[in-house]
Structures are given as C-alpha cells and as structure tokens.
C-alpha cells in the first residue's frame, strides 16, 4: 500500500531567515514537503551578542544559532536563497515570489516570518551600540544588567511601563527623554554614561530603549493578507491569515502587548508548519476559501 506523505508533500516558501522562519522550515521538511527558505538576512537582532531564555540555547549567539539551523536544514534537503523578496502574487492555487536576483519562486503556501525593525532614535552613539549595552528586552539582558545603573530612553510610547519593569532587575533606573540626550559615553560598544544636551552625565552601564517597531509586512500586503492598524499581519493562532495559501509565524503577527523572544518565534514558526501540513493533508490548500475567523 502506497504511503500518504508522498501524496500530500507539497512546494512551500519560508520568506524570513530568523527563528520563525527556520524553524517552519524544519519542521515543513521532516514532513516531507519540498521547503526553499528565502532570508534577505535583515535579522533584528543581526548586532546582538546573544539571546536568552531559550533552553539549551541560553546565551546562544543569534550568528551561531542560525548556522546551527541552516546545517540541520540541509540535511533535509531545504534550499536557502539569501536573497530580498521585491515582488508576490498569488492565484486560488498558487504563490509566486520574483527576487531582487531576477529569478522567480512558485509555491503551494508560503509561511511568512519577516519579523519588525526597530526604529532607533538619532541618538549619538546608540546604534554602535544596539544589542551590545543598548537594548529593548529586559527580559532578554536585564539579567546581565542586575542591580547595576541602567537608563530607559524614552523614544516612543510606554517608556515609563519599560522602566517598571526594568527595575525587577535593578532599582537603579533612570528614564531619559532621547531628544534630551547629546549622546551615550563608554569605551567601544560599552555604555558607561548617558550624557544630557544640558551637560548632565547621568551614570549607565547598559540602555533599554523604548523605540517604535515596525512590522516587516509588504509581502503580506501584496499577498492581500489583512494588516491591522499597526502594520501586523492578523493571524489566527496557528498563523492562517486571510489568504488560504499563506500563513505568519514571529513577530511579524504579535502586536503589542505580545512579546517578542526567539524562543516565541521558533513555536509559532512550528505552530504555522503543522497548520500547513494539515491543510495539505486535508487538500484545503489551493482553494478559494478565506480562513473563516479571519474572513472581514
């Protein structure tokens, strides 16, 4: 009797190379399904030394754990393409990808983890500096910065909500308006001052930074998934979007108050996988039906 996985493999894309993404990824082909893996390599956190509160993983190098994927996929036989999407479409049955190399990719689903980019203030000094002493997440270094003296730049709305719960970490905190500051002081990527515009020297040994972030979501839009107000794709919870032949996993689909952590991406990246292959395996994948939760 012939096997079903066979039957039900299928070509799908994965447009993000970070943790969602690779995840996905994996999981897609240990179902036997045919993946190639698009990553422009725009990671958010490309400039951080490690990550955290991920088992196993903990202060794990996001380089490193990214290199460990990518061995684990090709034995699976996934393709990586690190190249930019610049144009989707998509037919009831169909998802074609064109990349800034010219070529064109077809796929059955696509499984878009695109992440956010943050908005960093002009701030002198902070971009050297960004996921070396200058951070977002308490929850991802507030550890290595306990009970020392830290400043939460206020840059966007909800500075005063980062610096409660910054000090969990340490009772040493300080909330700095970004456009009161001259620039951060320290040695290479160190932070050891926080200088004000008006002479102040306000002592840091790391920032947290409560900066705008902003979705990765085009390929969403030109997909016609429906975007909230914010730029997020609207998923259900296994990542299904608007458009039966696409799904989202990361932080591309988590609004605020949802946080954002590697360890997150990578079940919502397993999450989208399993949904998928239950599509294929139920033949639902190509048709014409909206995901009804999420029909508006």
């Not at 447009?15 to 390599?41: E, S």
């Not at 490193?64 to 393709?79: I, K, M, Q």
């Not at 910054?166 to 160190?190: K, M, N």
């Not at 998923?235 to 979007?241: F, M, V, Y």
Request: one cysteine or more; glycine letters at 10%; proline letters at 5%.
């Amino acid at each position: 009797m012939t096997g079903t996985s066979a039957a039900v493999a299928g070509d799908v894309i994965v447009v993000g190379g970070g943790a969602a993404g690779l995840t996905a990824a994996l999981v897609l082909a240990r179902a036997r399904h045919r993946v190639t893996v698009l990553d422009d390599q725009t990671h958010r956190n490309g400039t951080v030394d490690e990550f955290h509160g991920f088992p196993t993983r903990d202060a794990t190098a996001p380089n490193r754990f990214r290199a460990d994927a990518l061995a684990e996929l090709h034995a699976y036989g996934v393709s990586i393409v690190r190249c930019a999407v610049t144009e989707a479409r998509s037919t009831d049955t169909n998802v074609s990808l064109s990349l800034a190399d010219g070529t064109t990719i077809h796929g059955d689903a696509v499984v878009l983890a695109t992440g956010v980019r943050d908005e960093l203030p002009p701030v002198a000094g902070l971009a050297r500096r960004w996921g070396k002493s200058v951070f977002n997440c308490p929850f991802c270094d507030g550890w290595e910065h306990r009970d020392q003296p830290v400043v939460v730049i206020d840059a966007a709305p909800g500075a005063d909500h980062l610096a409660d719960m910054v000090r969990s970490w340490t009772s040493h905190v300080t909330v700095v308006s970004a456009s009161d500051i001259a620039g951060l002081i320290g040695e290479g990527q160190s932070l050891s001052h926080v200088e004000l515009r008006n002479g102040t020297m306000i002592p840091a040994k790391a920032a947290f930074v409560k900066a705008p972030v902003v979705p990765r979501s085009a390929v969403a839009r030109a997909l016609g998934c429906n975007i909230d107000g914010d730029g997020y794709i609207v998923t259900s919870e296994n990542g299904a979007t608007s458009n039966p032949l696409v799904w989202a996993a990361g932080d591309v689909r988590r609004p605020p108050p949802a946080p954002h952590q590697v360890v997150l991406a990578a079940a919502d990246g397993s999450a989208a996988a399993i949904a998928i292959h239950k599509a294929f395996v139920a033949h639902s994948i190509g048709s014409a039906t909206v995901h009804p939760a999420l029909h508006r």
